[in-house]
């Protein structure tokens, strides 16, 4: 039931990507930019890779770009504790535009989330062996610009390829999902949904206990901006 869930997500992604741009569009977009949902790479931790593990925490990093020459950085740091199968997390973060006018201010933003891993397949033989593990993860996020309050929704789908042995280890993922934003700005509200899309490598391995990702992230607008940035996580064993 769950996959076909999944299945009916995608679908609503790729026909909200295909359809005419509007103000909703552009509000979804804001929200879920300017939130950790789609400013920030998330940490493909325990959730993803399957691996089981305690209390854990991470540091978060993205670059967008606002035009020719000026960016917007953000940066977070947070938690993230098992909780049944999954593991929830919450991340505290700054979003940071760099303009030469000087008339970009930044602002606080925050999210919670719920990561889960739903099934693993096994593949290749002894020697080769990898499991392709399916995911789900679920996020709400805040954003407090001046102003303006922003609220943003998340769920997505992060397929990762997880090698089987000890040792530095390499995680390819691939993470499409739909979000959700509201803007609620002058006494005036707007809302709308998009698809997003991310992809990138885990390294497993490298130093015990910690997971570093580097990866790409886009929420689908027409003129919209991909995201760069990496991930750093700790995670305590189990």
Same mark, same amino acid.
């Given at each position: 039931?769950?996959?076909?869930?999944?299945?009916?997500?995608?679908?609503?992604?790729?026909?909200?990507?295909?359809?005419?741009?509007?103000? *909703?569009?552009? %509000?979804?977009?804001?929200?879920? &930019? =300017?939130?950790? !949902? +789609?400013?920030?790479?998330?940490? $493909?931790?325990?959730?993803?890779?399957?691996?089981?593990?305690?209390?854990?925490?991470?540091?978060?990093?993205?670059?967008?770009?606002?035009?020719?020459?000026?960016?917007?950085?953000?940066?977070?740091?947070?938690?993230?504790?098992?909780?049944?199968?999954?593991?929830?997390?919450?991340?505290?973060?700054?979003?940071?535009?760099?303009?030469?006018?000087?008339?970009?201010?930044?602002?606080?933003?925050?999210?919670?989330?719920?990561?889960?891993?739903?099934?693993?397949?096994?593949?290749?033989?002894? *020697?080769?062996? %990898?499991?392709?593990?399916?995911? &789900? =993860?679920?996020? !709400? +996020?805040?954003?407090?610009?001046? $102003?303006?309050?922003?609220?943003?929704?998340?769920?997505?789908?992060?397929?990762?390829?997880?090698?089987?042995?000890?040792?530095?280890?390499?995680?390819?993922?691939?993470?499409?999902?739909?979000?959700?934003?509201?803007?609620?700005?002058?006494?005036?509200?707007?809302?709308?949904?998009?698809?997003?899309?991310?992809?990138?490598?885990?390294?497993?391995?490298?130093?015990?206990?910690?997971?570093?990702?580097?990866?790409?992230?886009?929420?689908?607008?027409?003129?919209?901006?991909?995201?760069?940035?990496?991930?750093?996580?700790?995670?305590?064993?189990?």
């Amino acid at each position: 039931m769950r996959l076909v869930l999944l299945a009916m997500l995608l679908s609503a992604a790729l026909f909200r990507t295909g359809s005419a741009q509007d103000p *909703s569009d552009l %509000a979804a977009y804001r929200a879920l &930019t =300017q939130t950790p !949902l +789609g400013g920030l790479i998330a940490p $493909n931790g325990p959730a993803v890779s399957g691996e089981p593990s305690g209390w854990g925490w991470h540091i978060q990093y993205g670059l967008r770009s606002l035009d020719d020459h000026e960016y917007i950085h953000t940066a977070g740091a947070g938690i993230e504790l098992p909780l049944g199968r999954g593991r929830i997390g919450f991340t505290a973060g700054a979003y940071l535009p760099d303009c030469s006018t000087g008339e970009c201010p930044g602002h606080f933003m925050a999210s919670a989330g719920f990561g889960e891993r739903l099934v693993g397949i096994a593949l290749g033989r002894d *020697s080769s062996s %990898a499991t392709l593990n399916i995911a &789900t =993860q679920l996020e !709400l +996020g805040l954003g407090f610009p001046s $102003n303006a309050t922003l609220f943003a929704a998340s769920a997505t789908i992060p397929v990762a390829l997880v090698p089987t042995g000890n040792g530095l280890r390499l995680l390819p993922y691939l993470a499409p999902g739909l979000g959700s934003g509201l803007v609620s700005e002058n006494g005036e509200t707007e809302a709308g949904l998009r698809g997003q899309i991310g992809a990138g490598v885990s390294a497993l391995g490298l130093i015990k206990g910690f997971t570093l990702t580097a990866g790409i992230e886009r929420v689908l607008l027409q003129d919209g901006n991909w995201l760069v940035g990496f991930s750093f996580l700790r995670v305590s064993p189990r």
